[in-house]
């Protein structure tokens, strides 16, 4: 078997492998966020909302984790355009991600809230703070802090998991390349450079949130505990 | 002598065990009452009631001017009045020294960010750990965390203090140094309630000396009660101590 790589065939589409992967890291740095605020609010809502918040939270939580991402994009996908609306491939793909993501958050994040001793609620109740006080000052740093590893490869996954979104021909790195590769006839070439490609964006995500880590947690970055 | 703390006939239970019988205790102001009695006798689950931590199931409790046991009662406006120190500190980790005691003034009183630094660092220096105010409670051994968490309760200015066992995690040097910060508070005139297994302590700060034994008050008198129990079972258990 004598296979003869031709990288260079690929080198005029660079931009567009760029453009790609820029896309995929904007899709991912919006449902980061967007994804980590609904997790928390769901987390809460289930650690402290009434009986039918938590039973809302739970059921969410339960198909979303139960049922494949792809599926679950093309629900959003054809699901918003019934209904009348028109989004874009990468909206429509944004909105996917935040969903799926929120709930692995939630229940990420529930695992850190629960590990907050109820002793320092009480000793934060007793001093007077509000509930929303409480969450706001005493709980959730802590929580979150506790939990930040696995938050950050959550957050790995869910870049990686956005190549999913390229079904849906929303132009990120994936569908670039499938793309480039139905072009150029040169397959295996295109998805090791892709490859590459996403090995280097995990680099960037991490190192990412990895900073953000030290911003956010001072007392870590003070004492050099590790996260 | 007005009573800052009125407990008439408290009963509490867990379940189907009683922890409080019956209970009734007057504290005024300015006074300092130690609670004693063995585990088990309901000494702390009183003192968590008078800070509406725990619900109780008969009897009233006031406290200064609140009807804690009232289902109505607004919680927080009590606690502006009550401060809280708890055997195993209970600071927030994240958070250095200062910012612990800041928390509530700023979050509670809306004071300004400088205002709620000076009073930390005037607390602080009351309990003797002014240079202490960058540090995180991990940093410190637990006689200067204790003497944090009062501080951080001194910077709310209660009318009333509760002590729940505050210095049984301590060995005794640094249960000394948070006993002497307790005994200057009492000097100052503060009204303070302490369970504690502190019987010297008890005998030569407290006013008033409430022991408990089963769920109910067994006894009650000055300091000196402790030398001359007229009960066996207070005779027993201070016999036992010495």
Partial sequence: MTYQFDFAALLPYWHEFLQGALLTLQ???????????????????????????????????????????????????????????????????????????????????????ESVHKSQLEAADCLGLSR???????????????????????????????????????????????????????SFETYIVVGVIYLALSFIVRIGLWLFGLVVFVRRRKLGTAL | MS??????????????????????????????????????????????????????????????????????????????????????YNLFPHLTVEQNIMLAPTCVKALS????RDLAHEVLARVGLGEKAGHYPEQLSGGQQQRVAIARSLAMQPKLMLFDEVTS?????????????????????????????????????ASKVVYMHKGKVWETGPGSMLDKPTTPELADFVGSGL
């Fill in chain 1, 27 to 113: 899709l991912s740095a919006i449902a980061t966020v967007l994804g980590f605020i609904l997790g928390t609010l769901c987390a809460i809502g289930r650690a402290d909302g009434p009986r039918w918040v938590r039973f809302l939270v739970a059921t969410y939580v339960e198909v979303i984790r139960n049922t494949p991402l792809l599926v679950q994009v093309f629900i959003v996908y054809f699901g918003i355009a019934t209904l009348g609306f028109h989004v874009g491939a990468d909206m429509a793909a944004v909105i996917a991600l935040v969903v799926n993501v929120g709930a692995y958050t939630s229940e990420i994040v529930r695992a850190g809230l």
């Fill in chain 1, 132 to 186: 929303t006080q409480i969450y706001w000052h005493v709980v959730l740093r802590p929580a979150i802090e506790r939990v930040y590893p696995a938050l950050t490869s959550q957050y790995v996954l869910l870049m990686l998991a956005s190549s999913i979104t390229s079904q849906i021909s929303a132009e990120e790195l994936t569908a670039v390349a499938n793309r480039i590769q139905s072009d150029t006839f040169r």
């Fill in chain 2, 3 to 88: 009573a800052v703390v009125k407990l008439a006939n408290v009963h509490k239970s867990f379940g189907s065990n009683k922890v409080l019988d019956g209970v009734s205790f007057e504290v005024g102001r300015g006074e300092v009452a130690a609670v004693i009695g063995q585990s088990g006798s309901g000494k702390s689950t009183a003192l968590r009631c008078i800070n509406a931590l725990e619900t109780i199931e008969g009897g009233t409790i006031e406290v200064c001017g609140h009807a804690v046991h009232d289902k109505a009662l607004d919680r927080r406006n009590l606690r502006r009045d009550v401060g809280i120190v708890f055997q195993s």
């Fill in chain 2, 113 to 116: 960010k400088q205002k709620a």
């Fill in chain 2, 169 to 205: 995690a301590l060995d005794p040097q640094l249960t000394g140094e948070v006993l002497k910060v307790m005994e200057d508070l009492a000097r100052g005139g503060m009204t303070m309630i302490l369970v504690t297994h502190e019987m010297a302590f008890a005998r030569k700060v």
